[in-house]
């Protein structure tokens, strides 16, 4: 039985979270990890209920603050869970903010034009793609992999450039390098969170492995992941034989 069957509701696991994670992640980051492993154990309607108590009481320049990091988590959790769960968790959002708005009797005006389509936004317009969001990418990728990256890239056989091409241009170049609202560990702390989801050892190694190399120490990785394990058998599912970050085969 899980968490959620016991009835523990999405508020007492949030504080449940921030108990167990160590007090560097206890402030706002806590909510990256419950709103990407929501998503990535299929429970992306969970987001509209998370952002109604993250925003509870809260100024406007913070409700926005926090609308941009959550918009970040599902830009970058999308590379690593895939399109549906994000565009419901998003759906999700969407509702809640509308919800949230008409209670003080605001009007959310829309842009989306009679064909569906909207302009986009002014940041992600004239992207270097030739140069420097790949570099950005690569950069990252060499920072949390170093000397392991050769050893997966040459497991990938004769689809290798295809796919080095798609990790170092659009998965690392585009998103999970993008530091601009949330800084390179919040980026891991969804990359691992996202990951350990899906329960795959090896990736789940390379993930713990990268939050160390970003500075995080084993006991405080250690408690990251409870707190992932928290959330995920309170969305229904198994944490059984799941690697830990004492696992990790490599010097850091």
Same mark, same amino acid.
């Given at each position: 039985?899980?968490?959620?069957?016991?009835?523990?509701?999405?508020?007492?696991?949030?504080?449940?979270?921030?108990?167990?994670?160590?007090?560097?992640?206890?402030?706002?980051?806590?909510?990256?990890?419950?709103?990407?492993?929501?998503?990535?154990?299929?429970?992306?309607?969970?987001?509209?209920?998370?952002?109604?108590?993250?925003?509870?009481?809260?100024?406007?320049?913070?409700?926005?603050?926090?609308?941009?990091?959550?918009?970040?988590?599902?830009?970058?959790?999308?590379?690593?869970?895939?399109?549906?769960?994000?565009?419901?968790?998003?759906?999700? #959002?969407? &509702? =809640?903010?509308?919800? /949230?708005?008409? +209670?003080?009797?605001?009007? $959310?005006?829309? !842009?989306?034009?009679?064909?569906?389509?909207?302009?986009?936004?002014?940041?992600?317009?004239?992207?270097? #793609?030739? &140069? =420097?969001?790949?570099? /950005?990418?690569? +950069?990252?990728?060499?920072? $949390?992999?170093? !000397?392991?990256?050769?050893?997966?890239?040459?497991?990938?056989?004769?689809?290798?450039?295809?796919?080095?091409?798609?990790?170092?241009?659009?998965?690392?170049?585009?998103?999970?390098?993008?530091?601009?609202?949330?800084?390179?560990?919040?980026?891991?702390?969804?990359?691992?969170?996202?990951?350990?989801?899906?329960?795959?050892?090896?990736?789940?190694?390379?993930?713990?492995?990268?939050?160390?190399?970003?500075?995080?120490?084993?006991?405080?990785?250690?408690?990251?992941?409870?707190?992932?394990?928290?959330?995920?058998?309170?969305?229904?599912?198994?944490?059984?034989?799941?690697?830990?970050?004492?696992?990790?085969?490599?010097?850091?």
């Amino acid at each position: 039985m899980s968490n959620n069957d016991a009835n523990e509701s999405l508020k007492d696991l949030c504080a449940r979270v921030k108990s167990i994670l160590p007090e560097q992640f206890r402030d706002d980051a806590w909510y990256l990890i419950v709103a990407s492993v929501l998503v990535g154990c299929g429970k992306p309607s969970e987001l509209g209920e998370l952002y109604t108590l993250l925003v509870e009481g809260v100024s406007d320049a913070e409700e926005k603050r926090i609308k941009d990091r959550l918009s970040d988590v599902l830009m970058k959790e999308w590379t690593l869970v895939g399109i549906p769960l994000v565009v419901y968790a998003v759906s999700a #959002l969407g &509702k =809640a903010e509308q919800a /949230r708005l008409e +209670k003080r009797g605001v009007k $959310l005006e829309s !842009e989306v034009s009679e064909d569906g389509l909207l302009p986009f936004p002014e940041k992600r317009k004239n992207l270097d #793609l030739d &140069k =420097a969001i790949p570099d /950005r990418g690569t +950069k990252f990728l060499q920072r $949390l992999y170093r !000397e392991n990256l050769a050893p997966i890239s040459a497991s990938w056989g004769s689809y290798a450039n295809d796919f080095m091409w798609m990790e170092r241009a659009v998965i690392y170049g585009l998103f999970l390098s993008d530091h601009e609202v949330l800084s390179a560990v919040e980026a891991e702390l969804v990359i691992l969170s996202s990951i350990m989801t899906q329960g795959l050892a090896a990736p789940i190694i390379w993930h713990l492995r990268g939050l160390r190399r970003l500075g995080v120490s084993e006991e405080d990785t250690e408690l990251v992941q409870q707190a992932v394990e928290a959330v995920t058998v309170w969305s229904g599912r198994s944490v059984d034989g799941w690697p830990r970050v004492k696992d990790v085969p490599d010097d850091i």
